[in-house]
């Protein structure tokens, strides 16, 4: 079954979220900022995104600014800061089997969607 990391606050993640109910697929939502990711499930995630743990970051995020930018950080450590934070992380996720998009530009996740169908 499809998933989506969804924000509802974030406009961008609400349009996604109203694409993926036009699709007539079954998915499920995460509210991820209050169902956190483990380290385990954002590793798997940065997997099926084929993302570096930095590409999956909301560096404009105060929490980032003022607490990890400038510091040397391991992939690791990055991975952490958003299980810790979960608002770091970029949104919305969209995720069917072994593939993820982020859903911010709805003209990509039109064609993800139908690759998969």
């Given at each position: 079954m499809m998933q989506i990391?969804?924000?509802?606050?974030?406009?961008?993640?609400r349009n996604?979220?109203?694409l993926l109910?036009?699709?007539?697929?079954e998915f499920e939502i995460i509210n991820y900022l209050i169902t956190r990711p483990t380290v385990a499930e954002l590793k798997i995630l940065l997997q099926k995104l084929n993302?570096?743990?930095m590409e999956l970051v909301r560096q404009k995020e105060k929490i980032w600014i003022e607490n990890y930018k400038g510091k040397?950080?391991?992939?690791?450590?990055?991975?952490?800061a958003m299980a810790e934070n979960p608002i770091l992380i970029e949104r919305p996720i969209v995720v069917k089997g072994n593939q993820a998009i982020i859903g911010r530009d709805l003209d990509n996740v039109i064609p993800f969607l139908q690759t998969l169908t």
């Amino acid at each position: 079954m499809m998933q989506i990391y969804h924000n509802q606050r974030c406009g961008k993640s609400r349009n996604c979220l109203l694409l993926l109910e036009k699709s007539k697929e079954e998915f499920e939502i995460i509210n991820y900022l209050i169902t956190r990711p483990t380290v385990a499930e954002l590793k798997i995630l940065l997997q099926k995104l084929n993302f570096s743990p930095m590409e999956l970051v909301r560096q404009k995020e105060k929490i980032w600014i003022e607490n990890y930018k400038g510091k040397t950080l391991t992939p690791d450590d990055i991975i952490e800061a958003m299980a810790e934070n979960p608002i770091l992380i970029e949104r919305p996720i969209v995720v069917k089997g072994n593939q993820a998009i982020i859903g911010r530009d709805l003209d990509n996740v039109i064609p993800f969607l139908q690759t998969l169908t």
